[in-house]
């Protein structure tokens, strides 16, 4: 009497991990995949400085993607991050005069607290993540047109500025920016799962009102994800500003969808609760790549890179879906 | 008790505030500007505000559907780029063909975010997202990413057009406002939609064809970008489908918002959806009569956002 449904649960348990195992690790096989065939296809493709390339290229949108993974795996989301990322590059160009310390802090500082304020009125408010952050979309570009005097003035940083070095030196072969990416997506990663922080994250996407009852600081939690995530869009600003000398006004438009798209594509959920630092990482590898091999092909029109980009989505959260319904139909 | 009798009363002035607080608003900054700006009370003034509301109210107005159903669509702008790049593409073999097609092309984007939503069952915000990524860019791709200008005299005059004195596209935004409005409010698909928007467990339960309302939704909504976009490329004279419709998602969304719909879903307000479209070009116009630069109207705008879902955030956590 207790066999079958016993062996039924076992059953489906099995089916359960390798769902669970293709949606964590599809994003892996698919790059490891692109890579290789790009490898083979095209033979600049694994030189070593277009490797530099590709690892610089991807550190400025991993750090954007850091930030965005904690907040929609709180369930929330962050529209924000593209202006924020312009800002933070026009404010440490613009503060790069009074000396590399003020380049560092004031984009982090403005940032922060936009993020500050995005998550003040997502927690303790209750309004949609999603608009609280577009109209912070709007307000960062807006003050950064107030600051750049309607877009008029580009900051640039002084010659011989130390600031520079944080953006074009390099250490092995590659760029400062990548081994920041790194560490901070390392350290990211072990936030998220070894500490009561990570768990409260994970909790608050999960169920808030379990969360809650559990005791567990839900809004706090929100608040820190959002002011990460500002914080980290302002870092990515400021070392893109280092790294092309000068505050560009015109960036980072569309940005908050391309780190909204490697996060999916990484396997975390929109709806919040589950989601891995690596797979957000393998994300934006997978997402360098594509725009890499457009522009190795050369003849192809690189408006197809969005195509490219918009079908890989697809097609990622289709998959999703109906292996999470697999899950589910247990 | 006290604390009941309070919490009744302050839904009640925030459900005032959210079901007029627009219009409230409209007719303010109308009067402020007939006090305070040179020129406000001119012809010329009106139809150049209603002209340019015109395509932002015909994407609201398929938004606030969707809305209704507690959905959202990112992709607007992205199909209005499309209809950009097949209107030159097609103008050779006469007007209505070309139209028809980047009508039949919206329309189709619209259902297959449908199916993604419906069927499928992905967010509507990743669903649509997918095609604002690609889209514009696949109207890049089908322009080779050029401006073409276009002579057609019978496609150009429903940009310059006028019927009785009114504007072609104002006409066609106004008629489509009163169609939403008919579609909301007198039949069954409008109250089927804002059914599943108010819960979609128990529409289905009800035995509600939820699928098929929510395909038609977004297909509806997607039609209608498609029509904003022709509008907009026969006002400019050209199709551009780098600019055409460019961050149109928030302008309608907000538009929607402001008007009074709850992103919670369960309710639409289409002459609200019409106030909220009049509301952020009159903000936009008075700033800009006014010397203000764009930085300043951008930051208006955003607290007026925050503002507006701040009284809607209420009643939806009733």
Redo the contacts between chains.
Sequence with gaps: MTAAPTMAAQDSTRRELMTGVLQKQGAAIALVLMVAVAWLLFPRFGSLDNLRDIALQSSFLAIIALGMTFVIITGGIDLSVGSVYALGGVLAAYGSQWGFLVALLLPLAVCGLIGLINGLLVAKTGMAPFIVTLASLLFARGLLLAITSEGATTYKIPEGEAFVELGRGTLFGFGYPVFIAAALCLVGGLLLRRTRFGQSVFATGGSEQSAKLMGLPVARTKVTVYVMSGVLSGLAGALTAAYLQSGVTVIGVGLELDAISVVVIGGTLLTGGMGTILGTVIGVGIRTVIQNVINQIGTLDSNYQSVVSGAFLLVVVVLQRSLARTTARR | MTDTAKTVDRTRAARWLQEYGVYVAVVALVLFNIAFTANFLTVGNFRTQLIQAAPVLVVALGMALVIGTEG?DLSVGAVMALSAALVPLYLGYGTLPAVAIALAAGLAAGAFNGV?VAR????P???T??????????A??LA??QLIQLHDPGFLALGTGEVLGIPVSVLIAAVLAVLMAALVGKTAFGRRLVAIGGNRRASVLAGLPVTRVLIGVYAICGLLAALAGVLSTARLGAGDPADAGLLME?SA??AV?VGGTP??GGRVRILGTVMGVLLMQLVRATLIKHNL???????I???I??GA??VA?ERS?R
Excluded at chain 2, 120 to 123: A, K, R
Excluded at chain 2, 129 to 138: D, E, K, M, P, W
């Design positions: 959202v993604l499928v069952g992905i967010q915000i990743v669903a997202l997918a095609l604002l990524v690609g889209g514009r860019g696949l890049l791709v080779d990413g928030l969304i907000t918002v992103l919670t630069p764009d930085s300043t109207a951008q930051m705008q955003a607290a956002i925050v879902v701040y955030r956590s």
